[in-house]
């Protein structure tokens, strides 16, 4: 009994390292737990505000592409100056929506909306996203918005200005991109954990792919306001050659 009593109240060194380490994992669990909660604390959104703000900027990179077909229509009918005035339209806001006025005035309209569906966007990401990347996003998309309404109401003011429309056109995709791109890192999918990073060299051919993109982007803006699409009459070749003869800017473009 006595020894039953001596081996309970002194335990063996395994006995206590056992226990030890009992105790180490006890502890490692709860501070497991304690980060986990952290953690779930910690996260950018909440589920109800996560969505709501993935579906809203889904609606505005719909919305945005819908405005992109307007604008090509806009240019694509010669109404680019079938309303003279800008903000408004002859004076009104809603003018007699016939001949061009029809596409001009939509294409502002539908302007108007998205500008809209972007102000509170951004203000939304700021307010409820706590990712400094998508609020700075967020932002970025407001500015590009603003700047581009007012390279539109240049355009008309001035009578379509090569650079002016050309800068107009560029500004369109690239606020689409960035709306795609709020979209796109708003969704659950893009909050959920990664089984492995992407290599390096991905990201340098996602940038030179992007820059490439970017710049025949400027070039069919060039080609398609300066009028030159058809200063190359065959296809593939140009006039028979690989390299046709740069005598005109038209061709060059």
Not at 29 to 53: I, K, Q
Not at 75 to 98: H, K, R
Not at 161 to 181: D, E
Not at 189 to 202: E, F, K, T, V
């Amino acid at each position: 009994m006595s020894r039953c009593r001596h081996r309970i109240a002194a335990p063996t060194a395994t006995a206590l390292r056992a226990g030890v380490g009992w105790r180490s994992e006890a502890a490692t669990g709860s501070d497991l737990s304690g980060r986990g909660t952290a953690v779930a604390r910690s996260d950018p959104m909440s589920p109800r505000s996560g969505s709501g703000l993935h579906r809203l900027a889904v609606a505005t990179a719909g919305a945005t592409l819908v405005l992109l077909f307007l604008g090509g229509l806009v240019t694509s009918t010669g109404s680019g100056l079938a309303v003279p005035d800008w903000p408004l339209s002859f004076g009104q806001v809603f003018p007699p929506m016939v001949g061009g006025v029809l596409f001009e005035h939509g294409h502002r309209l539908a302007a108007t909306a998205v500008g809209c569906l972007t102000v509170v966007l951004a203000l939304w990401t700021v307010v409820g996203d706590a990712r400094a990347s998508v609020r700075a996003l967020g932002l970025l998309a407001l500015l590009a918005v603003v700047l581009q309404g007012l390279l539109g109401g240049i355009t008309v003011l001035y009578k379509l200005p090569l650079a002016v429309s050309v800068t107009h056109a560029c500004l369109a995709q690239t606020f689409f991109c960035l709306t795609v791109t709020l979209a796109l890192v708003t969704s659950p999918a893009w909050s959920a954990p990664r089984p492995r990073r992407s290599p390096a060299a991905l990201a340098v051919l996602a940038g030179f792919t992007t820059a490439a993109v970017f710049g025949q982007l400027v070039l069919g803006a060039l080609m398609r306001h300066m009028h030159a699409g058809l200063a190359i009459p065959d296809f593939p070749l140009a006039f028979g050659r690989l390299v046709p003869p740069l005598v005109t800017p038209y061709i060059a473009v």
